[in-house]
T-cell receptor, first 110, second 114 residues
Framework: RKEVEQDPGPFNVPEGATVAFNCTYS??????FFWYRQDCRKEPKLLMS???SGNEDGRFTAQLNRASQYISLLIRDSKLSDSATYLC???????????FGKGTLLTVNP | EAGVTQSPTHLIKTRGQQATLRCSPI?????VYWYQQALGLGLQFLLW???????NRGNFPPRFSGRQFPNYSSELNVNALELEDSALYLC?????????????FGDGTRLSIL
């Protein structure tokens, strides 16, 4: 089983749609969780950390289920500028490295 | 505040040569991480430096090496370059290595092997 698995995508949605990204991780000792976005040929940028209680930042909601080892990201009222690859990222275990999912490409269409 | 800076932006080498990539972390950050992003493979962890010491390395051969300087900047060296080393190499820094600290990425160095 891969360390971090995401929906393979790609997702094509109209403006204003709600989009959900799902992610599972295999290491139960993982300690921290993040969503990054990466625009084409650019570096990954931190979108938001994911907390156990779930957290919201504007149109973005992230949730964590430690029992199921599952992370999600919900984007409401999607904008054209949300088009990017969304990376699920897990940190922890004994080596503190970040482990990235392969990413899910989102294209928001006018 | 300046972000993570990497140089050069692009590097073109031939097989068998050696490449040196450089990274300056965000001011105050002590941990530096290197990743390789090859086409179709996602981001792969290469090396982690903290307080001048190598703390961990990913599943890469020994010809990938690096170091961290007293000012926390870092170098990644790749010896005996192979075609499959062509990739975007990303450096990231975090305030420290404790859990919960996000990593912030530089723009990357695109290494092309001819």
């Amino acid at each position: 089983r891969k360390e971090v698995e995401q929906d393979p995508g790609p997702f094509n949605v109209p403006e204003g749609a709600t989009v959900a990204f799902n992610c599972t991780y295999s290491n139960s000792a993982s300690q921290s969780f993040f969503w990054y976005r990466q625009d084409c040929r650019k570096e990954p940028k931190l979108l938001m950390s994911v907390y156990s209680s779930g957290n919201e930042d504007g149109r973005f909601t992230a949730q964590l289920n430690r029992a199921s080892q599952y992370i999600s990201l919900l984007i409401r009222d999607s904008k054209l500028s949300d088009s990017a690859t969304y990376l699920c990222v897990v940190k922890g275990g004994s080596n503190y490295k970040l482990t990235f999912g392969k990413g899910t490409l989102l294209t928001v269409n006018p | 505040e300046a972000g993570v800076t990497q140089s050069p932006t692009h590097l073109i080498k031939t097989r068998g040569q050696q490449a040196t990539l450089r990274c300056s972390p965000i001011s105050g950050h002590t941990s530096v991480y290197w990743y390789q992003q090859a086409l179709g493979l996602g981001l792969q962890f290469l090396l982690w430096y903290d307080e001048g010491e190598e703390r961990n390395r990913g599943n890469f051969p020994p010809r990938f090496s690096g170091r961290q300087f007293p000012n926390y900047s870092s170098e990644l060296n790749v010896n005996a370059l192979e075609l499959e080393d062509s990739a975007l190499y990303l450096c990231a820094s975090s305030l420290n290595s404790r859990a919960g600290q996000p990593q912030h990425f530089g723009d990357g160095t695109r290494l092309s092997i001819l």
